[in-house]
């Protein structure tokens, strides 16, 4: 069964400090797709960052970036610098097979304080 | 990013009637879209994959004859909540793949507020 599995309900940082959020994963599947959504307070779904599985060099976005560990299964997303505006639920999703369908995990709630 | 426009954002209805929800993608065509119901403080739940000139395809649990989807062009989905319960009342998302250029991105609507008296 493929599954995405974020074990940090609630997270919270201090403004410009660096924040970890994790994120495993399993499937059976060799090529596959990762991705990192942001849900603000507004709701709207915001893609944060993409990783395809067959490359091996960590995905970069600004001041989010991820670390890939294929052989763990393990995709977390670390983001720099936190700003005010990156308060909102992080969503960890895989796109795992051929039906293109997004498999998401429960989320981590993630707070920046002033 | 891509832009995924989705109407309206907040719906009141009586309990009985219809609802029609659209999703339109507005600078990419999408021959894949998806539909998806979330609850309070909780995960996006897929309810069914909708591609365009052919049948839905819903996940497990989901009632076809409730939840009425169309993707009728390269850029238009929608889902109809027919004869809306209380229970319907939800938090409603769609998306649309992006498949072009080799990319394979999905682009989320803001979603649709479904309240259902």
């Known amino acids: 069964a493929q599954t995405v599995t974020q074990s940090q309900p609630e997270m919270s940082v201090q403004e410009a400090e660096t924040v970890t959020l994790s994120c495993t994963y399993d499937t059976s599947e060799s090529n596959y797709y990762l991705f990192w959504y942001k849900q603000p307070p507004s709701r709207q779904m915001i893609l944060v960052i993409r990783q395809e599985a067959y490359k091996q060099q960590n995905a970069t976005e600004n001041r989010f970036s991820v670390n890939f560990q294929k052989a763990a299964k393990s995709f977390s997303l670390k983001i720099s610098d936190s700003q005010l505006g990156d308060t909102a639920m992080y969503f960890c999703?895989?796109?795992?097979?051929?039906?293109?369908?997004?498999?998401f995990g429960s989320g981590t709630r993630l707070l920046v304080r002033p | 990013g891509a832009v995924v426009s989705q109407h309206p954002s907040w719906v009141i209805c009586k309990s009985g009637t219809s609802v029609k929800i659209e999703c339109r993608s507005l600078?990419?065509?999408?021959?894949?879209m998806f539909w998806y119901r979330q609850f309070p403080k909780q995960s996006l739940m897929l309810m069914a994959t909708?591609?365009?000139?052919?049948?839905?395809?819903?996940e497990q649990g989901v009632e076809k004859d409730k939840f009425l989807i169309n993707h009728a062009s390269l850029t238009l989905s929608t889902l109809t909540v027919t004869s809306a319960h209380p229970e319907d009342s939800s938090f409603y998302i769609c998306?649309?793949?992006?498949?072009?250029?080799?990319?394979?991105?999905?682009?989320f609507g803001a979603g649709t507020r479904l309240s259902v008296l």
């Open positions: 999703a895989g796109r795992m097979d051929s039906s293109y369908k997004l498999i």
């Open positions: 909708s591609n365009e000139g052919s049948k839905a395809t819903y």
């Open positions: 998306s649309a793949r992006d498949a072009g250029q080799g990319r394979d991105i999905q682009y």
């Open positions: 600078d990419f065509q999408a021959t894949t």
